[in-house]
């Protein structure tokens, strides 16, 4: 089944190259003064493509995407800053993909290279043998050096300005 719809899609893509070849390659035998007339017909058709484009965000957001294993409209996408390919988990099945582009199809993210990506962060956080140093911080430490100059840039409203401890 999976080799089918991978020959299929390839087939797709074959096909929509063969097309825009095609069109090219009209366009150049007609030259400029041929493509006059149909200007407008493929101005509207450019504005159609790029409307159907846009317009599927906003559904997908609203109805929901169908989950190409399980074809229930539960697929959400995980929030990753500054990604190329979006990231998806189906709330029914569990299963990980992923794709580039809106339209593109869909790729299996379940392996080790993509785990990373759905790992959820750690509650300690980085700093895991960090203790704080207290109001009274010593300044020859980096922390008590930092913490100083907090101090000194941050003073809270209606607070009396003192001069820093010596």
């Known amino acids: 089944m999976a080799s089918s719809h991978r020959r299929q899609s390839t087939l797709a893509k074959i096909m929509t190259v063969n097309v825009a070849v095609a069109i090219l390659?009209?366009?150049?035998?007609?030259?400029?003064?041929?493509?006059?007339?149909?200007?407008?017909?493929?101005?509207?058709?450019?504005?159609?493509?790029?409307?159907?484009?846009?317009?599927?965000?906003?559904?997908?957001?609203?109805?929901?995407?169908?989950c190409p294993y399980c074809q229930h409209r539960s697929l959400r996408r995980l929030a990753l800053p500054l990604n190329i390919v979006s990231y998806y988990q189906c709330a029914n099945c569990k299963t990980r993909c992923k794709r580039s582009l809106p339209l593109?199809?869909?790729?299996?993210?379940?392996?080790?290279?993509?785990?990373?990506?759905?790992?959820?962060?750690?509650?300690?956080?980085?700093?895991?043998?960090?203790?704080?140093?207290?109001?009274?911080?010593?300044?020859?430490?980096?922390?008590?050096?930092?913490?100083?100059s907090k101090r000194l840039r941050t003073t809270t409203p209606g607070a009396e300005e003192s001069p820093p401890p010596s």
């Open 25 to 66: 390659l009209a366009s150049f035998r007609l030259g400029p003064a041929g493509l006059a007339p149909y200007g407008l017909a493929l101005l509207y058709v450019a504005i159609g493509l790029l409307l159907a484009l846009l317009i599927t965000v906003p559904l997908d957001a609203l109805l929901g995407i169908p």
């Open 104 to 148: 593109a199809r869909w790729r299996d993210a379940s392996g080790p290279e993509d785990a990373a990506k759905y790992r959820r962060k750690s509650p300690a956080g980085k700093w895991l043998g960090y203790t704080h140093p207290g109001p009274n911080a010593d300044d020859s430490t980096c922390s008590g050096i930092l913490l100083r």
